[in-house]
């Protein structure tokens, strides 16, 4: 057997957004409205009756007509894959149409275009954060079983259509979130505290057995396709090594792994069941939901990475860390961003051996970077740039530790860096908090000439890609 010493000759690097977050153009050629024309503040701000003129997305960083000039500056950094998501209300605005949106399906045929045009394989996530507005409305989202056949004619849609452009893609983002932001993530229009456990996990089933599903579909239409699963990853620490704080902690994890155990193990998981039992859960299965799940597994977990939490038996003898979307406890050892969110290289290694330890199948990191102030300068040159070296040294100590994964045994397909180009956060909506490698000259007002700037990340990640992971 040989030893892998470092990431292989094919490894995917590239970057990463989604379609709500770049591409602006709402009203645009037929789009219908999504879920994120009517949060203004982020993922868990308030929801507006209609588009209102604070929300940054409407307009993002207008990808939509910039999209070329992007790309080619991906190509430049030596790009093998490019991360982005299919806007669903582009294909059908209102979610339950009978016939797609033609001018949608062909944006869309553009953008791959121009990826391959430069060697660039398209990464593409069926729903991102994106349900059409109009089956929140009408649906209350996944709660409805219905959204299963909604999400499937739209996936055999594109599956069809792009059937000769992409090769690899992602189910739903971050599926695990919708338990935690259950608008944002599900469609589901219910305010999370008047949702039952009940409504909450029988939307979550609908979304597994949706996802078994266009998995098999993809299959069907292209036996070379590559489909992945893809959570939020969160290592969890016990805050000490009491057993009951130990206990916290594989709880709080065993409640993400669920999702992964679903998505490649094709069936819930024990503990999950207990939960179940424990609190009068009972999961209604239609006929065949079970041989879906059971038989059409996903070929890969991908994931994204940003911060570690952690658990203790009594939290509220602890302070919780803020930024955390899944709540968690402050872990002490850990330095955080701006944004409250706790920085952990090593994290990223863990968390890399655990999925790879418990599934054996391919994994990919399709999400880690840093959200961060940046400040436009002049250089020497007279040339705009951003001297980001805490972003490099950011992505530089978690690919090291992505490397000693790969040494332990870990089989990692890629690596694509978030919001390789400065993009509305989806969790505060601001511009401010910046994670590309390039520059967009837009501010949190809505000013800005949206003029693109490379930063110094940007030499840097392109030296990394270049020397194949060994010049970090």
């Known amino acids: 057997m040989t030893k892998q010493t470092g990431f292989k000759d094919n490894f995917l690097w590239g970057g990463a957004v989604a379609a709500n977050q770049v591409e602006g153009a709402y009203d645009v050629d037929g789009k219908g409205l999504s879920v994120q024309d009517v949060t ?66 062909q944006f869309y045929d553009d953008v791959f275009d121009e990826c391959l045009k430069y060697g660039i394989e398209p990464l593409v996530t069926l729903s991102h954060y994106e349900t059409p507005l109009h089956l929140s409305e009408k649906y209350d989202g996944w709660k409805d079983r219905r959204m299963i056949g909604f999400f499937e004619k739209y996936a055999r849609t594109v599956f069809n259509r792009y059937k000769d452009k992409v090769k690899y893609w992602l189910t739903f983002n971050e599926i695990n979130s919708v338990l935690h932001m259950p608008f944002i993530s599900g469609g589901i229009k219910t305010p999370k505290e008047e949702l039952s456990d009940q409504e909450l996990y029988q939307a979550v089933h609908h979304e597994l057995v949706a996802s078994a599903s266009v998995t098999k579909i993809a299959h069907e239409i292209n036996p070379e396709f590559q489909v992945g699963c893809m959570v939020l990853a969160m290592p969890t620490y016990p805050i000490s090594s009491d057993p009951e704080d130990v206990l916290a902690a594989k709880d709080a994890e065993n409640t993400n792994y669920a999702f992964t155990d679903i998505h490649v193990r094709g069936q819930y998981p024990g503990h999950l069941l207990r939960f179940f039992a424990e609190n009068d859960i009972a999961i209604q299965f239609a006929e065949g939901d079970a041989a879906l799940l059971k038989n059409h597994t996903v070929d890969f977990i991908s994931f994204s990475y940003y911060m570690s939490v952690a658990a203790a038996a009594h939290p509220e003898n602890y302070s919780s860390g803020a930024g955390n979307v899944i709540g968690g406890i402050e872990n002490p050892h850990l330095e955080k961003s701006e944004w409250g969110w706790a920085i952990d290289p090593v994290g990223l290694r863990i968390v890399l051996n655990d999925f790879y330890d418990r599934y054996q199948v391919p994994l990919f990191i399709v999400e880690n970077g840093l959200g961060a102030k940046d400040q436009l300068i002049q250089n020497e040159n007279g040339q705009y740039t951003v001297e980001d070296d805490y972003r490099i040294d950011y992505m530089q100590q978690h690919l090291a530790q992505a490397k000693e994964a790969v040494k332990d045994g870990v089989d990692l397909m890629g690596y694509t860096a978030w919001g390789c180009i400065d993009l509305v956060s989806a969790s505060t909506a601001q511009m401010s908090k910046r994670y590309g490698f390039i520059y967009v000259d837009r501010n949190d007002d809505g000013s800005g000439s949206f003029n693109r700037y490379k930063k110094k990340s940007f030499n840097w990640y392109k030296k990394v890609i270049e020397t194949n992971g060994k010049n970090l």
Not at 59 to 74: P, R, W
Not at 85 to 102: K, L, M, T, V
């Open 40 to 105: 203004p503040d982020g993922a868990m701000g308030r929801i507006t009756d209609g588009p209102t003129e604070d929300n940054l997305k409407l307009q993002a960083i207008d990808f939509y007509h910039h999209y070329k000039e992007d790309i080619a500056l991906f190509a430049e950094m030596g790009y093998k894959v490019f991360r982005t998501s299919i806007a669903w209300s582009r294909i059908f605005p209102n979610g339950d149409d009978e016939e797609p949106n033609e001018a949608g399906l």
